[in-house]
């Protein structure tokens, strides 16, 4: 049997009680220990020798039967922290873990491509390079792997990543795919105000952190309507606003946090930028002050031209036209980013269900659900597109 969905659909019992399995055992951030020895597990009885390479995360090297690059496959294995709201008879048995985002899904493709890629390892020109990743949720999970040494020993030459889209627009077993920036970059930000508490009948004896974040709220919205290039997206979002505990005082200080979300590098430096003058501006001009931090980021998510064109080939030898699906850009954020700011990188939505077939919930909801059917088509194409790959990259 030399078709790869064909091979790959055979698995679909054993990608299933993989799933389930690690379903059932949800896990937070890089404390992974029950995910990772099951991983290590299955790929030790597939002939591999995978290794730790940082808190939470694997790596594992297949060495092909003739010389040739470097693919690197990633897959993230973290759950959520919310309790899950489905009663499948394999649901979470971990309160305040959940897996709704589909890391569950990615790592049991990832195994399969794994199994199909060690049965075919004579004819590999190259080789693979399994990238099992902890804490994506954090996010910070990617660039603790890179840091530790992912993408060298050997060098990375490319890398092809999938994620799950469950309860939106593409149906099961479509493949949503978009050339340049398919995910946005975020960044997380507090702003802390400090003032000079006073009491509510004698405002002007203090400074009003409160009237303080409300000017730099507003001002902060200049960026996009006034600075930012038209032409590139921005979305900068504050959710969240705190300060004081009674209704007849001012407080000395308050805080407020957010997001920037963006496609272009350059924008989203500018925009980092901006946000701390106009707060600290705002704050010295009404006689406060204004520190600003940024508790955690990521890159945009970028299909390289040449290789997610050349991995993007590859899935129409498998994928019919009308199951594929060119997608807006996301807002939302993926730290596989960190993977595709550093090698040319190729990174695919795999439908797992939308509302008319009964998956209405979305990722990241206490009652997502996924079509598991849909898990051969992702392990057959990382699996033909990485020997493809190899094949024609020599």
Same mark, same amino acid.
């Given at each position: 049997?030399?078709?790869?969905?064909?091979?790959?659909?055979?698995?679909?019992?054993?990608?299933?009680?993989?799933?389930?399995?690690?379903?059932?055992?949800?896990?937070?951030?890089?404390?992974?220990?029950?995910?990772?020895?099951?991983?290590?597990?299955?790929?030790?009885?597939?002939?591999?020798?995978?290794?730790?390479?940082?808190?939470?995360?694997?790596?594992?090297?297949?060495?092909?039967?003739?010389?040739?690059?470097?693919?690197?496959?990633?897959?993230?294995?973290?759950?959520?922290?919310?309790?899950?709201?489905?009663?499948?008879?394999?649901?979470?048995?971990?309160?305040?873990?959940?897996?709704?985002?589909?890391?569950?899904?990615?790592?049991?493709?990832?195994?399969?491509?794994?199994?199909?890629?060690?049965?075919?390892?004579?004819?590999?020109?190259?080789?693979?390079?399994?990238?099992?990743?902890?804490?994506?949720?954090?996010?910070?999970?990617?660039?603790?792997?890179?840091?530790?040494?992912?993408?060298?020993?050997?060098?990375?030459?490319?890398?092809?990543?999938?994620?799950?889209?469950?309860?939106?627009?593409?149906?099961?077993?479509?493949?949503?795919?978009?050339?340049?920036?398919?995910? *946005? @970059? +975020?960044?997380?930000?507090?702003?802390? $105000?400090?003032? %000079?508490? /006073?009491?509510? !009948?004698?405002?002007?004896?203090?400074?009003?952190?409160?009237?303080?974040?409300?000017?730099?709220?507003?001002?902060?919205?200049?960026?996009?309507?006034?600075?930012?290039?038209?032409?590139?997206?921005?979305?900068?979002?504050?959710?969240?606003?705190?300060?004081?505990?009674?209704?007849?005082?001012?407080?000395?200080?308050?805080?407020?946090?957010?997001?920037?979300?963006?496609?272009?590098?350059?924008?989203?430096?500018?925009?980092?930028?901006?946000?701390?003058?106009?707060?600290?501006?705002? *704050? @010295? +001009?009404?006689?406060?002050?204004?520190? $600003?931090?940024? %508790?955690? /980021?990521?890159? !945009?998510?970028?299909?390289?031209?040449?290789?997610?064109?050349?991995?993007?080939?590859?899935?129409?030898?498998?994928?019919?036209?009308?199951?594929?699906?060119?997608?807006?850009?996301?807002?939302?954020?993926?730290?596989?980013?960190?993977?595709?700011?550093?090698?040319?990188?190729?990174?695919?939505?795999?439908?797992?269900?939308?509302?008319?077939?009964?998956?209405?919930?979305?990722?990241?909801?206490?009652?997502?659900?996924?079509?598991?059917?849909?898990?051969?088509?992702?392990?057959?194409?990382?699996?033909?597109?990485?020997?493809?790959?190899?094949?024609?990259?020599?």
């Amino acid at each position: 049997m030399h078709d790869p969905m064909e091979r790959a659909t055979a698995l679909l019992p054993q990608l299933t009680e993989w799933r389930q399995y690690l379903h059932q055992h949800p896990e937070l951030g890089t404390n992974l220990p029950m995910t990772c020895a099951f991983v290590e597990a299955r790929l030790r009885e597939m002939g591999y020798d995978p290794q730790p390479i940082c808190e939470g995360g694997l790596v594992a090297v297949l060495e092909g039967g003739k010389p040739g690059k470097t693919i690197l496959l990633r897959a993230d294995m973290d759950a959520l922290p919310m309790d899950e709201e489905n009663d499948h008879p394999f649901k979470s048995q971990n309160p305040g873990a959940a897996h709704t985002c589909g890391h569950d899904i990615h790592t049991a493709m990832l195994l399969g491509a794994a199994k199909l890629l060690m049965e075919d390892r004579e004819e590999l020109c190259g080789r693979v390079k399994f990238m099992f990743q902890p804490n994506e949720e954090g996010p910070g999970g990617a660039l603790l792997m890179i840091e530790s040494g992912i993408l060298e020993n050997p060098h990375v030459d490319a890398s092809m990543g999938f994620h799950c889209n469950v309860g939106q627009v593409i149906a099961s077993g479509q493949i949503g795919y978009r050339m340049g920036p398919i995910m *946005a @970059s +975020t960044d997380v930000f507090e702003i802390k $105000v400090t003032g %000079k508490g /006073g009491h509510g !009948a004698r405002p002007e004896e203090g400074v009003d952190p409160i009237n303080i974040m409300m000017h730099i709220h507003d001002t902060l919205q200049t960026i996009n309507s006034r600075e930012r290039p038209q032409q590139e997206p921005v979305v900068l979002t504050i959710g969240q606003i705190s300060a004081g505990d009674a209704p007849n005082t001012i407080p000395a200080e308050g805080t407020m946090s957010g997001t920037i979300r963006a496609f272009n590098e350059e924008v989203r430096q500018f925009v980092k930028r901006r946000l701390v003058e106009i707060a600290q501006g705002v *704050a @010295s +001009t009404l006689g406060g002050k204004a520190e $600003v931090v940024f %508790k955690a /980021g990521t890159a !945009a998510t970028i299909n390289d031209p040449k290789v997610a064109g050349e991995l993007f080939r590859s899935i129409q030898e498998i994928v019919p036209p009308e199951r594929l699906v060119e997608l807006p850009a996301s807002m939302g954020s993926e730290d596989y980013a960190e993977v595709s700011l550093r090698v040319p990188s190729g990174f695919f939505w795999l439908g797992m269900g939308n509302e008319a077939e009964g998956y209405p919930y979305s990722v990241h909801s206490p009652k997502a659900d996924f079509d598991e059917s849909a898990m051969p088509l992702g392990t057959a194409l990382f699996f033909h597109c990485t020997k493809e790959w190899l094949k024609n990259n020599q």
